[in-house]
C-alpha cells in the first residue's frame, strides 16, 4: 500500500508562485514514476506533470509548459510541483499520482488510468 499526502496549496494572485509537496509512504517510492494532475470545478480531471522513478524524464501538459516544474527526492519520499507565474485558470484541486505497477526506466505517464494510487488533493485557487 502506498499513501500520498498533498501539501502546499493556497490562495495565490496571478503571477506568483507555489510549490506543492506530495508526501509517500512505503520503502519503494524511489521506484514509482510519479505524477500531478488538476480538477477544476465542473471539468474533468487533467494530467499537469510526470517524472520517472529515477528523475531522468518528466513530462509536461502544454499549458503549464514553461511554468512548472516537477521534481523529486527519493531520499524524502516526496514529488514536487513548483508552479510559477500562474494564472486563473491554473486554478484546480490539485493531486498526486503513484504508478506501483512494472514500468521500464525511464518511462513516464500522463494518463490517469495508469496510476494506481492517489492523494486526496490540495487547493490551488489563482485570483486575477
Known amino acids: 500500500q502506498v499513501q500520498l499526502v498533498e501539501s502546499g496549496g493556497g490562495l495565490v494572485q496571478a503571477g506568483e508562485s507555489l510549490r506543492l509537496s506530495c508526501a509517500a509512504s512505503?520503502?519503494?517510492?524511489?521506484?514509482?514514476?510519479m505524477g500531478w494532475f488538476r480538477q477544476a470545478p465542473g471539468k474533468e480531471r487533467e494530467f499537469v506533470a510526470t517524472?520517472?522513478?529515477?528523475?531522468?524524464?518528466?513530462g509536461y501538459a502544454d499549458s503549464v509548459k514553461g511554468r512548472f516544474t516537477i521534481s523529486r527526492d527519493n531520499a524524502k519520499n516526496t514529488v514536487y510541483l513548483q508552479m510559477s507565474s500562474l494564472k486563473p485558470e491554473d486554478t484546480a484541486v490539485y493531486y498526486c499520482?503513484?504508478?506501483?505497477?512494472?514500468?521500464?526506466?525511464?518511462?513516464?505517464?500522463?494518463?490517469?488510468?495508469?496510476?494506481?494510487?492517489w492523494g486526496q488533493g490540495t487547493q490551488v485557487t489563482v485570483s486575477s
Open positions: 512505503g520503502r519503494t517510492f524511489s521506484s514509482y514514476p
Open positions: 517524472i520517472s522513478w529515477s528523475g531522468d524524464n518528466t
Open positions: 499520482a503513484a504508478r506501483s505497477l512494472f514500468t521500464y526506466y525511464g518511462a513516464t505517464f500522463s494518463r490517469a488510468r495508469e496510476y494506481d494510487y
